[in-house]
């Protein structure tokens, strides 16, 4: 059955679905793999990265493409436009796929549709980037803002909005480097529970170890003792381990919340906004069984993922619940030794993992963000008691949603910034605004996504 199956009108498939909102949405590629779970490892590969690198790389791919076709992008039917998309990405970035398969697949595939009329369209543009792609014009950097913001956004297959706010916030050479980092593909990071012992990791590190055919690759976090990175997993929820609670996937930038907030056994701690629950079940693993963790997200959805997550991973001492934020809580006022206040936020730290947020979000939304999260700081701040820790963090790269925020918090809210120095990682504590309470963690420099991080204390009085 599995070999029937065409891969590339799968991806088709994902691109179309993903095509039919101004938004894309990465869930198409989620709910395609879960529909073709029956598919070889390698099949399943194959459509992922072929689905999400013609997204990833769509300014790039649509730059190569207006070069080579008469027609141009505007005027070309959807499907048509994803099919030599697909196409161009084979040709431009899959080295393992020749040059006259991405074509020929192509033409196959415009068959399949229906559109026998424009075969010798697609044939001629993508035969015509297969032979001239070692010739292709890239922008050229050169000194002034203007072409240094063309060639990041179009090399690098970036907006030109947020090419212009990283070049200004990074300065260019940074700014490639990330930009690069995002292009890159991303292990699965997990965290293993302390619930096990090292001899009991160690047998699930084993078994792991020969799963997939033996394919997956190990390797131990550089960075935190009980984290790892896998890399060629397919599923992970068919890895050993994983149904009984060994760990958690979660980024090492995600993890550094619960190190930093210095939670104390027998502690409360309060996540607002806490879907997935990586970071309330990090926090309910380090109090061992004992204080008490109460996870709220806004959607009954996110908080039947938490709830899964807490079962799996057989933690007692956390309570999930459905509420907004925004809304204040009168019953949880002087109530958290530890607040975490991860808040929604654009997303920019992430996009290796999540490349639709680039295509989903803009300087608009990104100010409504920042409304957004102070709307929930004003609204959540008393829950921490006097002498009590804030934790506010946030997985993107914006001043008005980091910095700016952080300056805010001390300017309107009853908080001291705390240094988090000390409680970083060694190879961490060079960042040099962690004394002063906060760290951005710039996408690649240590390995991770971007992140923000802040720590306060609430003043006595």
Not at 103 to 117: D, I, P, R
Not at 122 to 137: G, H, Q, T
Not at 345 to 364: E, F, H, Q, Y
Not at 448 to 460: L, M, Q, V, Y
């Amino acid at each position: 059955m599995a070999g029937k199956v065409n891969e590339r009108k799968i991806a088709l498939d994902i691109l179309t679905e993903m095509g039919k909102s101004e938004s894309y949405q990465k869930s198409a590629v989620k709910l395609a793999l879960n529909k073709y779970d029956f598919l070889e490892s390698k099949q399943k590969a194959f459509i992922k990265y072929l689905a999400e690198g013609t997204i990833e790389r769509q300014i790039s791919l649509d730059y190569v493409i207006s070069q080579f076709s008469k027609t141009p992008i505007s005027k070309m039917s959807k499907v048509i436009l994803y099919i030599i998309r697909m196409g161009a990405f084979q040709i431009l970035y899959m080295d393992s796929v020749p040059d006259s398969a991405a074509v020929n697949e192509a033409v196959k595939l415009t068959s399949k549709m229906h559109l026998f009329g424009l075969k010798g369209f697609v044939n001629a543009v993508l035969r015509n980037i297969s032979r001239n792609k070692d010739e292709i014009v890239w922008p050229n950097p050169g000194e002034s803002k203007e072409s240094r913001i063309k060639f990041l956004s179009v090399k690098y297959a970036e907006p030109e909005w947020l090419s212009e706010m990283f070049l200004e916030n990074y300065g260019f050479k940074q700014t490639r480097d990330i930009f690069k980092f995002f292009l890159e593909p991303r292990p699965v990071t997990v965290r293993f529970s302390s619930r096990f012992s090292n001899e009991e990791l160690r047998k699930i590190l084993l078994k792991m170890k020969h799963a997939n055919n033996g394919t997956i690759e190990m390797k131990p976090s550089s960075l935190l003792h009980y984290a790892m990175d896998l890399y060629h997993t397919d599923n992970i929820r068919y890895l050993p381990g994983f149904e009984e609670g060994a760990f958690m996937v979660q980024d090492i930038s995600s993890m550094l919340v619960t190190e930093v907030a210095g939670i104390k056994k027998g502690d409360t701690v309060i996540d607002v906004c806490a879907a997935p629950g990586g970071k309330s079940l990090h926090a309910a693993d380090v109090l061992s069984q004992t204080g008490k963790v109460i996870a709220r997200d806004i959607s009954e959805n996110k908080c039947i993922l938490i709830r899964e997550n807490v079962m799996r991973m057989k933690l007692s001492n956390v309570t999930v619940e459905d509420y907004d934020a925004e809304k204040h809580d009168a019953g949880l006022e002087n109530k958290a030794d530890v607040l975490y206040c991860d808040l929604p936020c654009s997303g920019l730290g992430v996009i290796a993992r999540k490349p639709d947020i680039k295509m989903n979000t803009d300087i608009n939304a990104i100010n409504n963000l920042q409304i957004k999260q102070r709307n929930i700081l004003n609204s959540v701040w008393n829950y921490v008691k006097p002498g009590g820790t804030l934790i506010y963090s946030t997985c993107t790269m914006t001043k008005q949603e980091n910095e700016d925020n952080f300056r805010w918090i001390l300017q309107n809210l009853p908080f001291e910034a705390v240094s988090i120095k000390e409680r970083l990682p060694e190879k961490m504590r060079e960042i040099p605004t962690a004394g002063a309470g906060y760290i951005q963690i710039i996408p690649g420099e240590y390995g991770t996504d971007g992140f923000f991080i802040a720590k306060f204390k609430r003043k006595e009085n």
